[in-house]
């Protein structure tokens, strides 16, 4: 019997009656069925607000990144059966890899920007304090806090298991609980690598629902601390955006659409050249990849009139090699499409495509897909067209084959080739394939505007090269125009599509209270306890120590300057540092910052483990010969992230707002520093 799908909402499965049938890519056989229950999408959104969002704020960013962790490694370790189930959407194992072990990877990704990038609590002050008045008792700043609401997710067929879980992980890390909603088709795979989330009991209660089937009314359910996100047809995408409780709640609407990506073969290139294989290479595998159902696919490769031929000719014989049918057998390396409708679609779009382009590569080739049962398979053969005018309009510039499918256009120069580049009106990604930097140079700011991504690739970049085709969680995703105008992942980035950014002005103390840093001019804490002899837990922001004076003399710079070797003039030369905007001889930077150390540190063993590095450095007034320099240390900002070091002790992160000033009290360096404090115990 046929397996029903269940959605998950309010906590509990729904769905017992089947619905609509799924059938297997590659022998057409039912998979499993959608359920006919409706949703009460009322409910959903309730629950989200009332359980998820609450149980999301129990947690801070640093616990939530510690979840995302937790159930990255849960799911790598369940990746088998999500494989097996996988196999049905016509991937090979190598397809699969990207969407179940890519989502992971994405989710460890997130796991790591809670890590490196984001503070304890829930509000991340993005800084800096702007002094807003004359006196010090008035300043502004940023923060940004988790919206409050809930995020829809919609997704393509494509990355049943990515999809959603590039989506989830960042508005997880930000405190927005989701309800995802995956393309019927594929919707199995994402079932069930839910009941495996689910399982694992890692997420609190509410931080994730998921829909089988349609969305019924929960768009009309949203509203202004809502987010809506989106990844499929450039259709879809323009009528979603513009439904009107969406509109008139102003809810974030992020669209990742349909595009029609390039890959430039640059003009010094020549066909002894290893990038032109490399071009060819990467032509022939955006087109087998998945069966060419991705986003990112090149759908225009764009060669210099002269290798147009030579380009055709050895991609013809690439694909001619690439054996299609049934990812089961050893020899396969490019499965079928997502489902028959899938395969009607993109036949109907090639069709339209050889309105203005010739045949090169395609079913005639002696295509016949290996496997028993494939007849009834959704599987396509390569197909590479020649567009017969790459200027006119349309063609391959307008016509998406959501497959196997990409179209040869000649340019002539590189200017010709930017123009054909834009033709495309907005892509996620854009390849050019070069040996000469000034290309590249030239290449890439032209074409940047109506593109989310270049890749520029030569033999150097080739032997670690991610490939045109793979979206990368450190790096934005998303294209404008044609491709939606949206963006997704790119770190910290995507983590702020789902927190509020709200500027807050005051006097120092409320910027601190609010912003849980210490801000400069707010009070400090002077308790005669040093504060490097104090626990992490002891330690309050606003913990603060004034050192003793040291008056700089002309020995502390020659004797700085034969430890380090550092004679440059301004600190050795008479003549040349009187002549200099200064007008005499100064101390070295680093020895105000190795003197202010020496003020400052507390020397014996303490809980201070480590000082592993410097921020926002500045020397802002120069120290002479004569002046008197003395430090304020002050604890700024501590993040526990829970973690012990090889022998088990509890460690957290702190940072230290140090002001090195004169003997008139003016600032000549200010700077963070960055230290490992130890926990008690
Ligand atoms: P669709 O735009 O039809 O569907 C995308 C998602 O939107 C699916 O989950 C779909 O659900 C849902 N959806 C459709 N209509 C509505 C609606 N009125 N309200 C709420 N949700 C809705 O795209 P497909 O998945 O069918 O793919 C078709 C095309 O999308 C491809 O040929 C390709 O051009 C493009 N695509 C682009 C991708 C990208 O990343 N840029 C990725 C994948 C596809 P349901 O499945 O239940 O209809």
Excluded at 1 to 12: K, N, V
Excluded at 101 to 123: H, Q
Excluded at 640 to 662: I, L, S
Aim: proline share 5%; net charge neutral; glycine share 12%.
């Amino acid at each position: 019997m046929t397996r029903t799908l269940q959605s998950y909402i309010a906590g509990r499965w729904i769905g017992a009656e089947a619905a609509q049938t799924l059938r297997s890519a590659i022998n057409g056989q039912p998979v499993a069925a959608t359920h006919a229950e409706k949703i009460d999408f009322a409910e959903a959104v309730a629950h989200a607000r009332r359980v998820g969002v609450p149980n999301l704020m129990q947690l801070d960013f640093q616990q939530r990144g510690e979840r995302l962790k937790a159930l990255a490694k849960f799911l790598i370790e369940q990746k088998e059966a999500l494989y097996a189930e996988s196999a049905h959407t016509g991937a090979t194992r190598t397809d699969s890899w990207i969407d179940i072990e890519g989502g992971s990877g994405t989710l460890f990704a997130y796991a790591g920007v809670a890590a490196g990038d984001l503070p304890s609590g829930n509000v991340v002050h993005e800084g800096p304090v702007i002094p807003l008045g004359k006196k010090g008792g008035f300043a502004g700043t940023h923060i940004l806090v988790p919206r409050g609401g809930v995020a829809v997710h919609i997704n393509a067929f494509n990355f049943p298991v990515w999809g959603l879980l590039e989506k989830f992980a960042p508005s997880f890390l930000a405190g927005v609980p989701c309800i995802g909603k995956p393309a019927t088709a594929t919707s199995y795979l994402t079932e069930l690598m839910m009941r495996k989330v689910i399982e694992s009991g890692i997420l609190p209660e509410g931080a994730l629902q998921l829909v089988i089937g349609g969305t019924g009314d929960l768009l009309d359910r949203l509203d202004g601390a809502d987010v809506v996100t989106f990844t499929g047809s450039a259709d879809t995408a323009a009528r979603l955006r513009v439904h009107p409780n969406v509109v008139r709640h102003s809810i974030p609407f992020n669209a990742e659409a349909d595009s029609l990506n390039c890959a430039v073969l640059a003009p010094d290139v020549t066909p002894d050249d290893e990038e032109f294989d490399l071009f060819v290479k990467e032509v022939a595998r955006e087109m087998t990849v998945k069966a060419g159902q991705k986003c990112t696919a090149i759908r225009r490769a764009i060669v210099p009139k002269s290798y147009v031929e030579e380009v055709a000719k050895r991609l013809k014989a690439r694909l001619a090699k690439t054996v299609v049918g049934d990812p089961a057998l050893e020899s396969v390396r490019m499965g079928a499409l997502a489902s028959q409708d899938q395969k009607g679609d993109v036949g109907a779009k090639v069709a339209e495509l050889l309105q203005s382009a010739e045949l090169v590569f395609g079913e005639r080739d002696g295509f016949a897909p290996q496997g028993e049962g494939v007849a009834n398979g959704a599987f396509f053969s390569p197909t590479l067209l020649l567009a017969r005018d790459p200027q006119a309009d349309g063609g391959a510039h307008d016509i998406e084959a959501f497959g196997p499918v990409s179209t040869l256009m000649a340019y002539d120069g590189l200017d010709e080739a930017i123009a054909l580049a834009a033709k495309g009106k907005g892509s996620l990604v854009s390849t050019i394939v070069t040996k000469d930097a000034t290309t590249a140079a030239r290449f890439v700011p032209a074409a940047a505007a109506m593109h989310g991504r270049i890749l520029v690739l030569d033999r150097v970049a080739a032997a670690e090269s991610t490939g045109h085709g793979s979206p990368l969680p450190v790096l934005k995703h998303g294209g404008p125009g044609r491709a939606g105008g949206g963006e997704e992942l790119g770190g910290l980035r995507a983590v702020k599509h789902y927190l509020q950014r709200t500027a807050v002005q005051g006097s120092p103390a409320m910027l601190a209270a609010v912003t849980g840093e210490h801000v400069r001019g707010a009070p400090v804490n002077e308790d005669g306890v040093h504060p490097f002899r104090k626990h992490f837990e002891d330690l309050q922001i606003g913990d603060s120590l004034l050192t003793h004076r040291r008056t700089v003399s002309e020995a502390d710079i020659v004797a700085f300057g034969g430890l380090s070797g550092d004679y440059f003039y301004m600190h050795f030369d008479e003549i040349a540092a009187k002549d200099s905007p200064f007008g005499k001889r100064i101390a070295h930077g680093y020895f105000v910052l190795s003197a202010a150390a020496g003020l400052f540190v507390s020397p014996a063993p303490g809980p201070v483990l480590a000082n592993y590095g410097l921020d926002t450095l500045r020397f802002v007034k120069p120290v002479g010969i004569g002046d008197t320099i003395r430090a304020r240390l002050t604890a700024k900002r501590k993040i526990d992230r829970n973690r012990k070091d090889a022998k088990g002790q509890g460690q957290g992160v702190v940072a230290w707002d140090v002001e090195v000033t004169n003997q008139n009290e003016e600032v000549v360096a200010s700077y963070d520093i960055l230290t490992l404090v130890a926990k008690r115990g």
